[in-house]
């Protein structure tokens, strides 16, 4: 294996061939300023405190910009901007509010490059996932709804539906940009205008979305973003003028955001955690269930809410099943986020990393046998290998609770009934993959899996017109397609 001693080279697996270094320029993200204030009103406006936070990259652990901390002040006049705005955003045709949408969805086409070498130097993923997946989903979330800003009243929701007005929106920072789309697209629509923070990891794609806002000479106050931790959160989703409140994050604090909306009047929808099964039956094609099972929990370093973090395997094809995904473990490219040959990018955050490590280190404890592929990680940075749990129980932890980093646990079944009961033993009930080539055991199992989101013979596969969003502990509401339009509407 060639030797890699810091984050700027890549780690670069022994095989067929090596593969030589691929870097993007992180000059293609364009200026990064050193501080940041809030988007206020169509303007860059300072906090009215004085506190800041830091945002560093993850892959080198340099400090990257300061921004500012969202105070109650802060938050009341970004709301008061929007409140202001809604009167004339909403009395617009629905023509006029899909002109804006376009041409933002074509300003973030324009820029995506530049966008995607900022999310990963942000957020630690790899570039060929911000450049290949996530921006072009974060364009084609615009282009959709802007289809259907003027056919509101075909979208089964009655006859001239009304939008809510102010939306308060926290998004993650597992996917910064693309969990913006999902939530301002939809509202601009519907005629609501938005408040939006962003994670306080990750904000920088939200403030160049800012400008991206302005560029497309957005009316001022529809858009306005404020930076902060869970303090400015907790804030917006407080603030009295607020009338729907959208949130995707972990679910001890959608619970928290449940209790405190109870009795208000404000719609609520929440995206939450999720311990999704991924199910191989005996008959299913182990090269392609190898490769949905890499996609299910690797990508993104495994920060994915409907990541595939528990393998169900059918018992008779286990041995040749994990054969074939240990050989494939170890040609995953651990490295640089900016090389694009990089497979597995930098985990987020030093705080994520220790999560990870201790949920790891429990699984051992508890008798599970742990295996990860040899690789050498870089010497600065927040790093994680790609690693298996076998021998693996319903009661171990890394079975039951969500570890949102690449760590798989492997589970074995005999009959469906099997499966099933154990792939619904968990609180949540995000997504779930199924893998056989029988179309009617495909149709009874996603029938009776407890799981909002069921794939068949394939995982994490995503579209804006396809709706997305689970229920037990894993939230309600829907994001996308269709249904992801009644969330901002007065129904």
Known sequence: MAKNKNAAEPVRKSGLFEYAPAPESPAAAGDIA??????INGEFADSSGSEALKTVNPATEQVLAEFAQGTDEDVDRAVKAARKAFADWSALPGSERAKYLFRIARIIQERSRELAVLESIDNGKPIKETRDVDLPLVAAHFFYYAGWADKLDFAGYGPSPKPLGVAGQVIPWNFPLMM????????????????????????????????ICRQAGLPKGVVNIVTGDGRTGAALTAHPDVNKVAFTGSTPVGRAIAKQLAGTRKKLSLELGGKAANIVFDDAPIDQAVEG???????????????????????????????????????????????????????????????????????????????????ELPSAGYWFRPTLFTGVSQAHRIAREEIFGPVLSVLT?????????????????????????????????????????VWANTFNKFDPTSPFGGYKESGYGREGGRHGLEAYLDV
């Open 293 to 375: 099972i890499v996609n299910g929990i690797f990508f993104n370093q495994g920060h994915v809410c409907c990541a595939g973090s528990r393998l169900l395997v059918q018992e008779s094809v286990q041995d040749e099943l994990l054969d074939a995904l240990k050989r494939r473990m170890a040609t995953l490219r651990v490295g640089d986020p900016l090389d694009k040959n990089t497979d597995i990018g930098a985990i987020n955050s030093a705080a994520q990393l220790a999560r990870i490590t201790e949920l790891a280190t429990a699984g051992e404890a508890e008798g599970a046998e742990r295996w990860a592929p040899e690789c």
């Open 34 to 39: 050193t501080s940041y204030g809030h988007f």
């Open 413 to 453: 079944f005999r009959t469906p009934a099997e499966a099933l009961e154990k792939a619904n033993n968990t609180p949540y009930g995000l997504s779930a993959g199924i893998w056989t080539e029988k179309g009617s055991r495909i149709l009874w199992m996603a029938d009776r899996l407890k799981a909002g989101v």
């Open 180 to 211: 913006l789309a999902w939530k301002i697209a939809p509202a601009l629509a519907t005629g609501n205008t938005v408040v939006l923070k962003p994670a306080e990891t990750t904000p920088l794609t939200a403030l160049r979305f800012a400008e």
